[in-house]
């Protein structure tokens, strides 16, 4: 596609509840990111995912919070049993990156979630 | 691990005022990038700039990789310039995703 897209666009949610977040890359990006941004902070790293390889797990902070990216393609968030502090925005970036460094990052517009 | 600091951290511009943001990287990088954060949150790139000088329009970037900074210039500042400046780098070892400083809130005004 012509940018990165990311859906929901909001999403409202009740404490406990599970939610996925989806995130489609622009077309021949290999490097897939998930970044959350809580209100007026800067931006947290989650996950990311480059080609085949292991995904880079190291930011996700509980194990409630799962990524997957199938097909090389497209990715999903899921956090489970969703608590009032996952209340975010979530983001989601790609890059053209064959191999280190990173490449240039382009961000979709987020998927903002509340928990209630 | 490494530490991106960005200063001045809220900066209040007069329209027509010029601005340099800073950011320090405390190691190597190979790769910085500059994004602004509209008012809507979407995050804009404004340049890809792991070293050396980049201009476009009233913007421009200089990365000074041997002393890690680098600067951002904001020319005839507009009120759209308005919102959040964000720093990124990667080391320059290892296998590991961009890492943001906490931003310069700009704020413009007519």
């Known amino acids: 596609g012509a940018g990165v897209s990311q859906s929901p666009s909001n999403k409202v949610t009740e404490k406990g509840k599970d939610v996925e977040l989806r995130c489609d890359p622009i077309?021949?990006?290999?490097?897939l990111y998930w970044y959350r941004q809580s209100l007026g902070q800067g931006l947290e790293f989650l996950i990311y995912?480059?080609?085949?390889?292991?995904?880079?797990k190291s930011g996700l902070p509980s194990d409630r919070f799962s990524a997957e990216r199938t097909g090389g393609s497209v990715s999903t968030l899921t956090i489970q049993r969703t608590q009032q502090e996952d209340s975010a925005v979530y983001l989601c970036?790609?890059?053209?990156?064959?191999?280190?460094?990173?490449?240039?990052?382009?961000f979709g517009e987020g998927s903002r979630l509340t928990v209630l | 691990g490494i530490q991106v600091e960005q200063s001045p951290p809220d900066l209040i511009l007069q329209e027509g005022a010029n601005s340099t943001l800073r950011c320090n990287f405390s190691?190597?990088?190979?790769?910085l990038q500059w994004f602004h954060q509209n008012p809507w949150g979407q995050l804009i790139n404004l340049f890809y700039?792991?070293?050396g000088t980049k201009q476009n329009g009233r913007l421009s970037a200089t990365t000074v990789a041997t002393e890690r900074y680098s600067l951002l210039y904001i020319s005839s500042s507009q009120t759209t310039d308005s919102g959040v400046y964000f720093c990124?780098?990667?080391?320059?070892?290892?296998?590991?995703?961009?890492?943001f400083g906490k931003g310069t809130r700009l704020s413009v005004i007519a």
């Open positions: 700039i792991p070293s």
């Open positions: 990124a780098v990667d080391l320059n070892s290892g296998n590991t995703p961009l890492v």
């Open positions: 077309s021949g990006h290999t490097a």
């Open positions: 995912f480059q080609g085949n390889s292991a995904p880079d």
């Open positions: 970036a790609s890059s053209f990156r064959t191999s280190f460094p990173t490449g240039e990052l382009f």
């Open positions: 190691d190597s990088v190979n790769n």
